[in-house]
């Protein structure tokens, strides 16, 4: 297999990674806007090919991954358009689709194009952050258009859930719409609440000094490139609006409830976000886990991977939750199964740890 990228981001270089671990015979050219981005990429030895442009160089490609923001990638199918040759899939790694999907039909480009959104980021950007260990368990939305032979379909989805990734299949407007209520519009409230703590704040920063737990965690997304947001914004604007407007419109909703001190609503309104929230991980949005209590020293964490270690118990996820507010426990451990969940809990209890079961 010969895959192409051009950019090697976040995102794009970790697909690259990623691809290089699970399938190491595989080809892989590049291209990027930095030089020095794509001869770190060739001195990790995760390409093979160094493009010195995009006019050529694609023609053998089995795929190619557009990884660079939407509006750009838009410039690039053009001249991708004539090195496609019959069988090669294009695919792009944006978070909006729209766009990318009638420019592609514009083109003729639809019997190759599938769209692609690996629901994965980090604060950090650039290819010095990229790891193959994004795309583990995490949803990748493919947007296939209408004349892409399902083999094709079959052929990236097989490739996509190799790496680790769940794939997801379904139309780019739908696709949209999700993204919207699910990563946009949350981004939209998260910068308000960071601005609003701001702009009330006194001299003194007590507001800011004290921000932990849940503000910190319902705000981290706001840390993530201004410019990538802005642009994420005007690109999927008309599925942004009608879902901002109906948060608007809940928020109303809540302002009234509590300037009528109206107890049944507000008990309300907590209870069933909480029973939805809670169900995601019937959805398999959570995994087994448990938090428990350790010490605040130096080598608690090590202890209790060790405690785990020697019972041959494997450890999924680990991460420090510093939010007393809403749970017990100081470190959230994940696991693979039931029966690992199980063991952890026995192990750490018999080592004298508070654990709190989810």
């Given at each position: 297999m010969t895959v192409g990228f051009i950019g090697l981001g976040l995102i794009g270089g970790s697909i690259a990674k990623a691809i290089r671990e699970k399938h190491p015979d595989t080809i892989i050219k590049a291209w990027t806007r930095r030089r020095e981005v794509l001869q770190k990429a060739a001195s990790d030895d995760v390409v093979d090919v160094m493009l010195p442009s995009i006019e050529s160089g694609f023609e053998d490609c089995d795929i190619i991954f557009i990884c660079v923001p939407v509006i750009t990638a838009l410039d690039f199918l053009p001249v991708l358009k004539p090195q496609l040759k019959e069988k090669a899939i294009l695919s792009d790694?944006?978070?909006t689709k729209t766009a990318i999907h009638e420019a592609v039909e514009k083109l003729g480009l639809n019997a190759h194009f599938i769209g692609g959104h690996p629901m994965t980021g980090?604060?950090?950007i650039g290819y010095d952050f990229s790891r193959p260990i994004l795309l583990e368990n995490v949803y990748y939305m493919l947007t296939p258009t209408e004349d892409v032979p399902s083999a094709r379909v079959t052929e990236l989805k097989t490739l996509i859930a190799s790496l680790g990734s769940l794939p997801l299949v379904l139309d780019y407007r739908e696709h949209d719409r999700i993204v919207a209520a699910v990563s946009h519009v949350?981004?939209?409230?998260?910068?308000?609440?960071?601005n609003l703590v701001e702009g009330e704040d006194n001299q003194r920063q007590l507001m800011k000094t004290v921000a932990a737990g849940g503000f910190r965690d319902i705000t981290r997304i706001s840390s993530s490139s201004p410019a990538m947001w802005q642009e994420i914004c005007l690109a999927n604007r008309d599925a942004i609006l009608p879902i901002l407007d109906h948060y608007i419109e809940k928020m109303q909703e809540y302002r009234q409830a509590v300037a009528d001190a109206d107890k049944d609503k507000l008990w309300n309104i907590f209870a069933d976000c909480k029973a939805y929230r809670d169900s995601f991980s019937a959805m398999g949005h959570s995994e087994?886990?448990?938090?428990?209590?350790?010490r605040d020293e130096e080598g608690a964490i090590a202890d209790i991977a060790s405690a785990l270690a020697a019972h041959n118990i494997n450890i999924k996820n680990m991460g420090i939750t510093h939010n007393r507010e809403t749970e017990g426990g100081v470190i959230r451990l994940s696991f693979w199964d039931r029966a690992s969940l199980s063991r952890a809990i026995r192990t750490l209890k018999g080592s004298g740890y508070t654990v709190y079961e989810n």
């Open positions: 790694v944006g978070s980090s604060e950090k949350p981004h939209l409230i998260s910068a308000a609440l960071v087994y886990s448990i938090t428990c209590d350790i």
